[in-house]
């Protein structure tokens, strides 16, 4: 997978990986200009400004009050990293794109009850992919941002301050100086690889509006043995079957930020764990420790002081988020194999291909990864698969969609361990609902027609009892 650094969350959970040197889980290396042999000293903030490249040149957005995040520098880096590689869109791309996106609802028409989300279509370039998106972003990140940032500094204790120098007093301002970088730096790498507006897991693009990116298209389907079109249509199939899953359950959307936010909110910070492992840092170095060296500085931000601790509502929040994006990503899999059917001979081959490319980290992989640490694992989104494809065959495509209309309908962490045995949990729960309905219902003796005896009878001709 793609290291992709957006600063929070714990970027990897691989002991090993998060062992090499050099990991810097929160940029603060970035942060206190620490980035290689002979980094910048102690000094006042604007001589310490002046000895870092990238600050020096955006002094100007110091003066951010948007939030915990820069978003214009994360736009600017953004776009400044895509500016030799990104082409604009043509004419007869944003044709194809409507075309493919066309053909694609009505061949959805027949795989699934919901109807079109789609309302207009769109063909991004890489650069307009960023600006466009920057808006749904922002509600995803900027809450989370904004936790890690007080987390960060209400736990350091006042030794810690005093090393830091003399940027300890302006650590605040300057964190959203560094995430607005570090998002940049991963909004540009995300838009050199992103196919569609949903690829990452959730609509990124306005209400209602289907995207591809087609020069990232053109080099996805490159690398491929299928024609470009039967390509192109066959992730038009993928946004709009997205599409219509996040236009017509409306809680879907909410409830994937609410998982990522429910993390945000337990990020806590043991703040005697940090001096203790002071202690021991500056007893391990001799005769203290000099906040004027650099190398020393970034050996202690990057021992792993500052790390959070991962507590019991994070876990849960995070199986919450990764059960909800399997299950998205399983329905809309297995509708666009309802949908393609024998009208798209690449489709198995395509399928596999995108299966692969999650696998090895794809944009959403990517997304989760690295804001909130989430591994998002191949069989999980296999296990979901099973359900939604066996839900269709056995009770029909209605009664598969029919699970989507609220959250307790649909399957939990547990029931993807063992999928099949959910999907026949449904056919005995649909006989109970069948046969509750039935004693419900009212019969002939309910009918009290002789007014007398409350049993109901034959009548004679005159419509008086017997």
């Known amino acids: 997978m793609s290291d992709v650094p957006f600063g929070f969350g714990l970027p990897d959970r ?92 009505l061949w959805l028409d ?5 109807p079109s989300g789609v309302e207009r279509t769109l063909a991004w370039s890489r650069v307009e992919w960023v600006e466009q998106t920057l808006p749904a972003w922002s509600a995803l990140i900027d809450p989370l941002a904004e936790k890690v940032v007080a987390a960060m500094t209400g736990a350091l204790p006042q030794e810690a301050m005093a090393m830091a120098g003399p940027l300890a007093g ?25 196919l569609t507006g949903t690829e990452v897991g959730l609509p990124l693009a306005p209400a209602g509006t289907g995207v591809l990116v087609p ?77 004027s060296n650099p190398e020393a500085v970034q050996e202690l931000l990057g021992s792993g002081l500052l790390e959070p601790e991962e507590t019991p509502e994070q876990q849960m929040a995070l199986r919450r988020l990764e059960t909800l994006l399997a299950l998205v990503e399983g329905w809309v899999d297995a509708v666009v194999a309802d949908a393609a059917g024998e009208r798209l001979p690449g489709h198995g081959a395509l399928a596999e291909t995108m299966r692969r490319r999650r696998a090895s980290g794809g944009p959403a992989e990517q997304t989760f990864a690295t804001l909130v640490g989430l591994q998002l694992r191949p069989r999980r989104l296999r296990d979901a698969a099973t359900v939604w494809g ?77």
Do not use: C
């Not at 027949?110 to 919901?114: E, F, I, N």
């Not at 703040?271 to 021991?280: F, H, N, T, V, Y």
């Open 170 to 194: 302006i650590m605040g301002r300057m964190g959203g100086l560094m995430f607005g970088a570090q998002v940049g730096q991963a909004f540009g790498r995300l838009a050199g690889e992103v």
């Open 390 to 466: 066996a839900m269709a065959q056995r009770y029909g495509t209605a009664e598969r969609d029919r699970l989507w209309s609220h959250p307790d309908l649909l399957p939990t962490s547990d029931d993807l361990d063992e999928p099949m045995d959910f999907v026949a949990r449904q056919g005995v729960d649909d006989e109970l609902r069948r046969l509750t309905a039935d004693d419900a219902a009212p019969t002939d003796t309910d009918t009290d027609t002789d007014g007398a005896d409350g049993v109901d009878g034959p009548a004679d001709g005159d419509g008086t009892p017997r």
């Open 14 to 105: 691989d002991p090993e990986r998060r062992d090499q040197p050099g990991q810097d889980p929160f940029g603060f290396g970035a942060l206190f200009g620490f980035g290689g042999p002979g980094g910048a000293g102690a000094g006042t903030p604007e001589e310490l400004l002046g000895k870092m490249p990238l600050f020096a040149e955006l002094q100007k957005l110091m003066n951010w009050s948007g939030g915990p995040v820069n978003w214009d520098l994360a736009r600017q880096g953004a776009i400044s990293s895509l500016a030799t590689g990104t082409q604009p869109t043509s004419e007869a791309e944003r044709a194809a794109v409507a075309e493919a996106l066309r053909l694609a609802d």
């Open 215 to 291: 020069q990232n298209v053109a080099e996805f389907a490159g690398g491929l043995d299928r024609p470009a079109d039967e390509v192109r249509l066959f992730l038009a199939l993928r946004e709009a079957a997205s599409l219509r899953l996040f236009a017509h359950v409306p809680w879907l959307r909410q409830q994937l930020h609410d998982a990522v936010h429910a993390y945000a909110r337990g990020i806590t910070i043991d703040r005697e764990a940090i001096e203790r492992g002071l202690q021991d840092a500056m007893g391990s170095m001799g005769g203290g420790f000099d906040p």
């Open 110 to 114: 027949q795989a699934t009850d919901l």
